[in-house]
């Protein structure tokens, strides 16, 4: 994808986010790891605790980074929640590389969420 289509998804998956959280600002990165998270946990509970939240963070970046082969989906745990393993090491240098990458992968994870729900901003 060109740099301008990057920017182009990411603000629509950023809407989307938004919308789907009833917040008034735009989400940034980390905000949309923790709902890659939700969604691959597979359901909400109504309040997360911080430590939970940050475990989302960690399931949304395992997530998407398992679509470039780091992590591999293993499994759930005695609670249910997703767990992954790393297949190999993380070699994205620099902050904005890997920021980059995260969001390319958020794109990809919320095109295909979109084929199974309407994903209209």
Known sequence: ????????EWLRVRHFVKKALKTEKLPDL???LLMVGI?????????FTKEEKQDLMHIGVCELLSHEGYFEF???????WPQ???????D??????????LIENAIRFFKELDKE???EA
């Open 1 to 8: 994808m060109e740099d301008w289509q990057i920017e182009f």
């Open 30 to 32: 980390n905000l949309v």
């Open 39 to 47: 969604q691959t946990l597979g359901y909400w509970q109504g309040k």
């Open 74 to 80: 293993i499994g759930r745990d005695a609670d249910n």
């Open 84 to 90: 992954y393993n790393q297949k190999r090491h993380i």
């Open 92 to 101: 994205i240098e620099g902050e904005k590389k890997q920021e980059h990458v």
């Open 117 to 119: 729900i309407s994903f």
